[in-house]
C-alpha cells in the first residue's frame, strides 16, 4: 500500500506547483492513500472551504493542518458543520488533536479505502517553541487507544527538531508513518525506523521556494532588520512541490519504505 | 576550489564517524579548506581544547561553534590566549560574532592556505528561539566591510527555519557559502542561490541519529514526558557524519558546487 | 477567618527573615491558616525535606511550591512517599496541578483547621514564557468539581500578568483567594474581586531584596551583560518577607479583606 | 524638583481618567517635569499624533512608548518628520532607544524647562520574553556617555522582572529614576537605591482594571480557554491612573523621594 504525504501548500503558486504534479505522482506511485498539509493554502493564512474542495478534488483523502488552522474563519464553520461520525468533506479536514477541547473540529479522522482497507490520520502540534496546547505525547496516546485501523499516519506540526525526533522514537512501532510539518524546510533525514514507523521530521512546503519559507523575502527581511511589523504576502518564485511517499503492508501497518519527493517547473 | 564544512561533532560517537570518514572524503573530494563546527565534541555539550587540537589534527583550518561554546571553561581560556591577529590553533576555533563584545575569543577568522588563497569564516548566531544577541544581519554587514579575502564562508548557528532562510538571501551574492548549523538534522534544500551564494538551511549533526539529536532517547522522552528536568547525556547508536562540500571560483568567491553528504557506518 | 500567606521564601535571608516575623504576625491578626511558598527556601533552589519541617514548625499548614518544585532531588521523594488520602506533613508539600501526571506528588491539599473549619489549597502554574504543562484553567476546573471545602486558597504561580489577571477573573467567585508568585515582586493590585474572591497579581518573595529577584546583583548583571551562563548564588542583603493576609467568611468561603504585608529588618 | 511619570495610558478609559487626575495631581505636588507613557493610548495598541498632542496639551514634556510604538503607521511618519535637534512636539515622543537603528524616531530626548533646568528622558525596551532588539544594557551606557543633563529619567519597557531589577541595579548612581512599564499592573517596590537613583519595576498602566492589563477580559479568557486568536478590543471599566512620583536635587540628579500613585474614580 502506497500513502502519499503532501507538505504544507502555500498560496497559489504552491496550489499551482501541486496541481501541476499531483496528477502523474498518483499515477506512477499508484498512490493508494492521499493526505495533504493544507494550512498555508490561503495565500500563506489559512485554509478556506472552496480551497479545500480543490484539495479534495485533486484525489486528498485527508487535508491536515496546524497553526494556521485559525486563520480563516470560514473553515471554523466549516469543520464544526458535521458530527464525528461523518465522512464529508468538512469531516476530512482536520486540526491539531491536542488543540483545547473547545475548538471547532476534530484531530483524527478514520476512514476506508475502496478495497476495504482501513486507515486513520492524526494531526498533533508540538509545544516547544509554539502556542501552548495540550501535551502531544499524551494526547497521541489516548488516541491510539481507540483507532481501530492498522495503517496510522500522523502529522506532526511541530517547529523543534528535538520535539519532532522524540515523537518518532516515541511513536515507533505503534504508528505507519509520522511526517513533521511546520518548518516549511524538508529535511533530509526519511528513514524506517527500528519499530517499522517511517519518519522524516519536515516533509518541506509545497510552495515558492524563492521566498522565507513561503513569504515574500523582502517583507521578512524588512521585519529582522527593522522590527517593524508588517503585512507578510505570499511569494510566488520558484515553487516546488514537497511530499514523501510511504510503501506500508497495510495489514499490519508496518512501513517498509520511504522515499522523499521534490518538484519543481 | 573545495570547501568541506562538518556539521556540528556530537560526543564520542561524532569524534568516532568524522575520524573514519574524513580522510577519505578530504582525498576523494580535493579538498582545499576544511571548516569543523565542534560545538559539541565533549560529551554534546562544549569542546575542550584538547578536542580541539584533534579536529585540527584531522586536517581543520577552522572550527566553529554556537551556544555551547560556553560549556567547558577551559575553551574559554584557550581562545582568550591568543590575539586577534594570531594564526594559532586558539585563534582558529571562533564562536559567534554576534555574541556580546565581553566574550572571550572572535567572532571571524582570515587565514591563508599554502597556495596563497585567502579565505573568511564568520560565524553567527540567530535570535529567533535562542538566547538574546546581537543583530546577526547588522554584525554581518559590520563584518563584511573589513574582510579581504574573496572567498568568505558563514556557519549561521540557529534554530528557525525563516531566520536562516532570510540571512541566506541577505548574504547572497557577498559570501561564497552560509550554511546553518543547531538543529542537528541536515535539511535537504541546498543550492546556490542567484547571486552566486551556497546555501542550506542546516547541515546536521555528525553524531549518533539513534537518538534525539544527540542526547539518549530515554533522558528526552522522559523530561517530554514529566517535565523532570535531568541530565542529558550522549547517545551512540548509528552514528553518522554529515558535512556539505562547496565548490567554488576562488579568484570571484562564487560558489558553483554544492553537496550534501551523509556518511554512517 | 484569617489566612495568611507567605511568598516565596528565598534561601537564608528569606527563611532568616520569616522566622523573624511570621510569629508575631501570626498573633496580631489572628492567622487560622498559614500557607508558605517554600520552592526557593534551599539557597533559592528547590527545597529540601528538612527544610519543610522547618516551615511546618513555624506553624504551616501547607507548602506550594512551583517551577523549583524539581531541584531538590530529595523532596520528590518525599512527596512520593504518602498517598493521596494522608495528612502527613509530606502531604502538605504541594506542587503545580496542572504538571505532567507522571509528577511526584499532589497539585491540592485538603485539610480541617482544629476548629473544624475545611479548606483546600490549590497550586498552579502558569504556561505563558514558562515550561510547557497541562492548561491551568480547565485544571483549575476539574480540580474544584471535587473539592467539597467552602474556603478554597490557590497559589497559582506564573510569569505573565496577562494569565494571572485572567485566571482571577476565571476563578473570581469559585475560590476565596488566587494570589500569584514567582516573579519575586510584590505587586500593589490587592483587591476583592467583584464575586468575592481575593486577588493579587504577586506577592513577592520573602528574601534579599538588595539582589536580582533573590540571586546576586553581580552574577546576574554579568549573565545579562556577557550572555555567560553561570551558577546563581542566593543573595542575603536587605531581607524582607512579603506576606498577604486574607479575611474570609469561613462558612461562605468569601473574601471581604485582603492586606498586602512587607517587613524588614 | 518633582518629576511624574504617568504608567501607559490605555484606550478611552485611560484617557479619560488621566485627564480627570492629571490636573490636581500636578498642582498639588507642584510637578517640574511630566512624561507619559502613551503606548496604548489609541484603543490600547499605539498612539496617534492627534492623542499625542492631547497629552501634550495636558502639560507633558515627554511621552515615552515600547513595543506597540509601531501599532499606528501615523507615528512613525509623525516622529520622523523632525531632525534630532528638533524641540517640537514630534520630538518629544520617543521610542526604546534599543530598537534597530533603521527605526523612525529616537530613543532619548534632552530638554531644558522654563527655569533653565535640563533633563533627558531614556526610553529603553527590556529582551526578556521580549521582541529581539539590541542589548538595553550597552546602549544605557552608549547614551548615557553623551547626556549632559544631571536628571535623567529612564522608562523600561520590559516584561521579566529580573531584568527589571538587574537594569535598576546597573544604572544606580547613574540616573535619577529607572521606573518600569509594560506589565500593566504595578508594583510595590518602590525606593531609593542605594546610589541615589529612584526605582520601581512596574509603574502600571492608567486604564481599566476590570479587564486583564486593559483588554476586555472575556476577549483574553476566550484566547486562553480556547486558543482562538481573536480581536482585543480596550476595556472601559474601573479606570485607574497609575503615576509615580519621584523628588530630586535638580543640582546632582539624585533622587531624594519616590511615591506611588493609583486613583480611581
Ligand atoms: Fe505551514
Ligand atoms: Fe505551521
Ligand atoms: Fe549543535
Ligand atoms: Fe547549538
Ligand atoms: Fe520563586
Ligand atoms: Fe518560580
Ligand atoms: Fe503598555
Ligand atoms: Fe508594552
Redesign the interface.
Known amino acids: 500500500m502506497n500513502i502519499l504525504f503532501v507538505g504544507d501548500i502555500f498560496g497559489s503558486a504552491g496550489r499551482r506547483i501541486v496541481t501541476e504534479h499531483l496528477p502523474h505522482v498518483l499515477e506512477t506511485h499508484t498512490v493508494d492513500l492521499l493526505i495533504v498539509n493544507g494550512e498555508n493554502a490561503a495565500g500563506g493564512f489559512g485554509i478556506t472551504p472552496a480551497l479545500a474542495e480543490d484539495i479534495f478534488d485533486m484525489g486528498a483523502h485527508v487535508i491536515t493542518t496546524g497553526n494556521h488552522f485559525?486563520d480563516k474563519k470560514e473553515i471554523l464553520e466549516y469543520v464544526a458543520s458535521v458530527p464525528s461520525y461523518s465522512h464529508d468533506r468538512a469531516r476530512r479536514i482536520i486540526r491539531p488533536a491536542n488543540?483545547?477541547?473547545?475548538?471547532p473540529g476534530f484531530g483524527v479522522y478514520e476512514g476506508t479505502l475502496p478495497d476495504g482497507q482501513t486507515y486513520a490520520v492524526i494531526n498533533l502540534q508540538g509545544?516547544?517553541?509554539m502556542?501552548?496546547?495540550?501535551?502531544p505525547?499524551?494526547k497521541a496516546d489516548t488516541l491510539l487507544r481507540d483507532i481501530k485501523a492498522k495503517v496510522i499516519f500522523v502529522d506532526f506540526h511541530a517547529?523543534?527538531?528535538?520535539?519532532k525526533?522524540?515523537m518518532g522514537?516515541?511513536l515507533d512501532g505503534r504508528v505507519t508513518a509520522i511526517l513533521g510539518t511546520h518548518?516549511?524546510?524538508?529535511?533530509?533525514?526519511e528513514r524506517i525506523l527500528p519499530g517499522g514507523t517511517a519518519y522524516q521530521?519536515?516533509v518541506?512546503m509545497s510552495g515558492p521556494?524563492d521566498?522565507?519559507?513561503g513569504v515574500q523575502?523582502e517583507l521578512?527581511?524588512n521585519r529582522?532588520?527593522?522590527?517593524?511589523?508588517g503585512k507578510f504576502e505570499a511569494a510566488k518564485g520558484n515553487p516546488k512541490m514537497c511530499a514523501t511517499l510511504i510503501r506500508c503492508d497495510g495489514a499490519t501497518g508496518r512501513a517498509n519504505g520511504i522515499q522523499?519527493i521534490?518538484l519543481g517547473e
Chains 1, 2, 3, 4 share one sequence.
Open positions: 485559525w488543540f483545547s477541547p473547545a475548538t509545544r516547544v517553541f502556542q501552548q496546547n495540550d501535551d505525547f499524551r517547529e523543534a527538531t528535538s520535539e525526533v522524540a522514537w516515541y518548518t516549511h524546510i524538508p529535511t533530509a533525514d521530521t519536515d518541506g521556494y521566498s522565507v519559507i523575502t521578512v527581511l529582522f532588520l527593522t522590527g517593524a511589523p522523499r521534490m
